[in-house]
């Protein structure tokens, strides 16, 4: 049985990541192993004596020592809790669920999670969502970039998808999303709509009628446009009218460096989109 890895952490997101796994699960009879990290600042030790005289740093630091105990036991409590949550909503809906606490690195875990997994889920932003709307994760580009499988960004709201949308520019990482879509027991037999953004030219034109005609012979309702414009800006237009359920595109073609320099469309397109976003690298 294929397997799919879910990020919870207890904020707003966790409840639409365990929805969107246990919609993807279903439909492709896989399983889920719902996850919760804890990282070395939750669980490591403190050092906050400063220079202070010998004999009040030894008090101190066993204050602080039994203080980080029951840090680290308060961690590993709400972690469960946390597990407990996400799994009741996977076995009410009928899908295979395990469970994993884990301490280390989140992307030295997540790498060892991964193995063996088809897909990553992960939620849009972590426990402070309702602070800043427009902030992503902390995290999240951290885990885009590191992760090899293909990993869906939960939005705020999950619907069950009946139109999917591909931001298709005819590289690498968009034709091996519409591979991906081609091959997919999750997402065959939906409507897909192929959206290019740029100039119109032969070539474009080219790119997205093969990608068009790869995904009606894999059994899809396809429609494919070219418009011109700002890729985020159009794309998050579209799916604001309400045009597809889930986003589809490649992610991060460029080095951090040169998106600090331009810019990068993929943490635009996490950033404004609303619904779930299934990227590929």
Not at 20 to 48: E, F, M, N
Request: aromatic share 4%; proline share 2%.
């Amino acid at each position: 049985m294929s397997k799919i890895v879910a990020l919870v952490d207890g904020s707003p997101y966790s409840a639409t990541v365990c929805e969107a796994a246990a919609w993807i699960a279903k439909r492709k009879g896989a399983s889920v192993v719902i996850a919760h990290i804890l990282g070395p600042r939750q669980t490591g030790t403190s050092d906050l004596s400063g220079n202070i005289g010998l004999g009040a740093r030894t008090k101190l630091m066993d204050e602080l020592a039994t203080l980080d105990a029951e840090r680290a036991k308060l961690a590993q409590k709400r972690g469960r809790a946390i597990l407990e949550d996400a799994e009741a909503i996977l076995k009410d809906a009928g899908v295979p669920v395990e469970t994993e606490l884990r301490n280390g690195d989140l992307i030295e875990e997540l790498h060892r999670l991964e193995d063996g997994a088809d897909l990553v889920i992960v939620g849009k932003r972590g426990e402070a969502a309702d602070y800043a709307k427009m902030h992503l994760g902390s995290n999240l580009e951290r885990v885009v970039r590191s992760v090899t499988k293909p990993i869906l960004v939960a939005s705020q709201v999950f619907k069950p998808v009946e139109t999917i949308m591909v931001a298709f520019d005819g590289g690498n990482s968009a034709l091996k999303a519409v591979d991906h879509l081609a091959r997919s027991d999750v997402f065959g037999g939906l409507k897909c709509h192929l959206l290019f953004v740029g100039a119109e030219t032969e070539d474009s034109r080219r790119a997205i009628e093969g990608a068009s005609a790869l995904l009606k012979g894999a059994g899809y309702e396809v429609s494919h446009e070219i418009t011109s414009g700002t890729p985020d800006e159009v794309i998050a237009d579209r799916l604001l009218a309400g045009e597809a359920e889930m986003m589809v595109m490649g992610a991060y073609g460029h080095s951090r460096i040169r998106n600090l320099i331009i810019g990068s469309t993929t943490t635009e397109m996490i950033r404004s989109c609303r619904v779930p976003l299934l990227l590929f690298r």
